[in-house]
């Protein structure tokens, strides 16, 4: 069996050096010694769970990404121009897709602009363990779960298991903004 711990100091350098930080400030921020850092760097010694623990929250990273040999995922940025869009041909409702590479494919992020007067229309009920949270941006929203109404106001917001059909109609004036989070990481628990 391979010993996790063998790449543990190659990955602290690595993201250590990714992040710009000098072994003085990762000290400082992890309360760790720059001697004890060095040693760990070149394998010389291995660290406490306590202190590989320190170190990780220093890096901002988990105590197992340490422990796995991969690069810490770079900044990314996803331009307006560049983002995942649907427009209703019909109502207008526009669906930006947010999700990143650095959310789990489990949680999906999803930003709507409805139209004064308009809807999605009713959409099919997930499966079983999804969880949405909506939160009503700009506007207000009408949020219809099996034909039930729950009105929002400009940040308000509502969590739901969506077993149910689900709509979200505009039905004031101006056009209003939602931002959806759908997670389906306990679908497959159920």
Not at 143 to 156: R, S
Not at 175 to 187: F, G, N, Q, T
């Amino acid at each position: 069996m391979d010993d996790p711990s063998g790449s543990l100091g190659a990955n602290i350098r690595r993201r250590r050096q990714t992040l710009g930080l000098s072994l003085d400030a990762l000290a400082q921020q992890s309360e760790v010694s720059s001697t004890m850092l060095s040693e760990v760097e070149r394998s010389v010694k291995n660290p406490t769970v306590r202190l590989a623990y320190q170190i990780a929250r220093a890096l901002g990273c988990s105590l197992t990404d340490l422990l796995e040999d991969r690069s810490p995922t770079p900044v990314q940025i996803t331009r307006a121009d560049q983002r995942r869009t649907l427009v209703d041909p019909t109502s207008q409702v526009v669906r930006h897709g947010l999700t990143s590479q650095l959310a789990s494919r489990q949680l999906e992020v999803v930003w709507y602009s409805i139209p004064s007067g308009q809807t999605t229309g009713e959409m099919g009920a997930n499966r079983p363990g999804v969880l949405e949270h909506l939160i009503a941006v700009r506007g207000c929203v009408s949020v219809l779960l099996g034909g039930k109404a729950y009105d929002l106001e400009p940040g308000d917001s509502i969590t739901y298991g969506p077993q149910v059909t689900t709509e979200y109609s505009n039905r004031h004036g101006d056009a209003c903004e939602i931002v959806l989070l759908s997670d389906s990481s306990r679908a497959n628990d159920i």
